[in-house]
């Protein structure tokens, strides 16, 4: 495994690998690896020759209140646990070298960006799709790999690569929980004790829209309701929002008919966590995906 800093040099050895016959895959992070991120990387490294993973705290997806500064790094771990995941490539640019100048050229995705977690981070996903499109330009890669832990995010670089007719396949993987159904998330890191407990509200209310949805019940005001309401249930806990939207799309919905998610979003003290289910219903067949739990992934 190598560590790259430039783009140049991430380019010419991708430019080698494809020259030669070989698949690339781009697993995009920000670093500060748990086992979402494993598990990103073990299906990158199962379905292609060349596996490049990138670790870069991009500043232009975060708002000025936020926490770029503070966000969590570890770059020795997180090359260790690359290596231990067989990449071949980290690309870990400092800022200047994918922001040399103030940008003028930027991605945005109109309509899906302005629901959910774009409400309240109106500029966030501008970012992430820029700096995806340009790390996509830098390695060229044949599949890039995201979790449905992001589904907004998801959606969001599906569709930049369907109206540029990008030469990449986007692959969803699994949402990685831990064993007490917290969503894995760099940011758990910020949490208190008492907020690691209380932030299991999350998993909870989707546990209960999960049960509600096998149960029988369609109506999507009553699921949000209830999602809704078992986070306001919580001390410490504000909710964002609880919404049953069209995963692909992010148009809100009615009735359980399609492919949707049901996210939610919630401060538990000064920490934003966000979760989702996915809920697939075609015809009177419902099939809920609530993702894995992390043990499965590091045994
Ligand atoms: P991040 O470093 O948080 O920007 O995430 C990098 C990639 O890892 C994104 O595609 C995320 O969706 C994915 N990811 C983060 N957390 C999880 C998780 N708990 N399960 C699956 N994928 C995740």
């Given at each position: 495994m190598i560590t790259l800093r430039r783009a140049v040099d991430v380019r010419a050895c991708c430019d080698d690998a494809r020259r030669t016959g070989n698949t690339v895959a781009l697993v995009p992070t920000m670093g500060f690896f748990h086992d979402g991120h494993r598990s990103l990387m073990r299906a990158a490294r199962a379905d292609t020759d060349l596996v490049v993973v990138s670790v870069f705290v991009n500043p232009t997806q975060f708002g000025p209140d936020e926490d770029l500064d503070g966000y969590p790094r570890d770059p020795d771990g997180d090359t260790a646990v690359a290596a231990a995941e067989g990449v071949d490539i980290v690309f870990m640019p400092p800022v200047d070298e994918l922001?040399?100048?103030?940008?003028?050229t930027t991605v945005h995705v109109a309509g899906?960006?302005?629901r959910l977690c774009g409400v309240s981070r109106p500029t966030h996903f501008d970012g992430v799709a820029t700096v995806v499109t340009k790390l996509f330009s830098i390695v060229g890669p044949c599949r890039a790999y995201f979790g449905r832990k992001d589904a907004q995010q998801l959606a969001v670089i599906r569709r930049v690569v369907d109206d540029l007719n990008l030469p990449v396949d986007v692959i969803g993987c699994p949402l990685v929980r831990e064993p007490d159904g917290l969503a894995r998330s760099s940011r758990n890191a910020y949490l208190a004790p008492d907020e690691r407990a209380a932030a299991t509200v999350l998993w909870r209310a989707l546990s209960t829209v999960a049960d509600a949805t096998r149960a029988g019940e369609r109506d999507a005001a009553t699921l949000e309701a209830l999602a809704a309401s078992t986070i306001r249930a919580e001390p410490g806990v504000r909710l964002d929002y609880a919404e049953l939207v069209?995963?692909?799309?992010?148009e809100p919905t009615?009735?359980?008919?399609g492919e949707l998610i049901l996210a939610v979003a919630a401060f538990v003290g000064q920490t934003r966590l966000i979760d989702n289910l996915t809920i697939t219903a075609i015809g009177t067949e419902v099939d809920i995906d609530l993702g894995v739990v992390a043990e499965e992934q590091t045994a």
């Open positions: 922001y040399p100048d103030e940008p003028r899906l960006t302005e069209d995963a692909h799309t992010i009615a009735r359980v008919d």
